[in-house]
């Protein structure tokens, strides 16, 4: 979570795009609800050349984002690292028809399959959303979900983590800087532990001070239990074209999945 | 003419801890700038928490904007007339972007979105910092951070300022421009600082926090001005 939303602001900040138009300029709005819209089709989706065709579409939006390359291979590989272990048992624990057999534990066709099937829907969504959402401002992102009406206290949770993330994080590596500099060198030993478990209780300590003193900072301001978000997002004919694309390839990969209406 | 602020025989003491306020006085006057010094843990800070009711001192009394306050309902008033500048920006900068810190004080005064803005761009505008408008709070530099947290105090429009070590981490040019910008408020303001120099160029009176007590300082060295 840190390293995502760390990585995230400076990796992708939104950087006007130069000619024609790119996601950057649609409505933030439009692309949380498309995003949410797609991967609720795609978890839905079975066969394997419309996961495919989803997988494409989840490519062409990527790279019309231009997004970085490296960092971006980097996000996804971090999400598939947890997908991969249950990749590599899945063939081990489903029922099906025998594959192979390592050490006499049998791996079934099924599971094998139903492995794939996992592994291109996430990767799917996972291209579609770092396309799509990934390249908003942490902030943008918080200001959008608001506009759609996401639990008020949920928001502000979200906007706090995002500024205040950074400030810890720079706690952290003060101390861990501290640390070196009197010759501290992590290895496996009782000391090592108990100087992590004493960087850990400092941190909790000071942002727990910290948010003594930004309530009374916010006390100081006639704060009464209310955040007032600014923005002014405006839908229009763009977002509208875009919103319309995206439901006729949700509508496409929906029919072709379940009235097996080959478009393609 | 009475004072903006008077305490009276203030004592407090933070739990578990010796006292650290003993009977110690401080009156503002309008037009004031007001230095407080001291050395490190002698009360300072918690002096102005206690004038913004932030901390209930155990005995003493404060009188803010011609009224003796006592509870917590008592210094609404007292924190949006007296704009409260905290040591760390961090703290005090906790919206997402500049424009929505500084517009957070006037409406929660009750303004509409709009008159916040005019007030919005009216303040930044006044200190120079019309382009940080839509930036990002948390990725301002540690300079940039101390003068929009002095705009967030100003869009409140006080009567006077409270600074806490407002030159700290800060650099020449920069304490500098804020000197500049202090020197140019109506406001009366009571200004913690370490920095003789910065204390020379802004004080109208400067009063010193020791053992407890408020002590007029005798001159030790040419910075001091005991005027």
Redesign the interface.
Known sequence: MSALLHNG?EAIASTPSAGGWSVRDLDPRVRILVVCAFAATVVNLNAFPILGTALGFSLVALFSARLPLGKTLKRVMMMDTFVVFMLFLLPFTMPGETAFTVFSFAASWEGIFEACRIALKANAIVMMVLALVGTM?A?TL??ALSRLRVPEILIHLM??T???I??LNDEQKRMRVAMKARGFRPSNNIHTYKTFGYLVGMLLVRALE?SE??L?????????G?????DDMTCNARDYIFAGMMIAIIVVLLSWEYLNVPFV | MSPLFDLAGIHYAYPGHRPILNGADLQLFTGERLCLNGHNGAGKSTLLQIMTGLLKPSAGSVTAFGRERKAEADFTEVRRRAGFVFQDPDDQLFCPTVAEDVAFGPLNLGKSKDEAMAIVEATLDMLNLTSFRDRITHKLSGGEKRLVSLATVLAMEPDALLLDEPTTALDERTTERLVEILLELPQAMVVISHDPHFRHKIATRTIRLEDGAVHRPAPTCKHAKTA
């Open positions: 602001p401002e902030v918080g200001h906007l706090f995002i500024r205040y950074e400030v910290r003193r930004i009374k900072a916010m006390k100081c301001r006639g704060f009464q209310k955040l007032y978000l600014l």
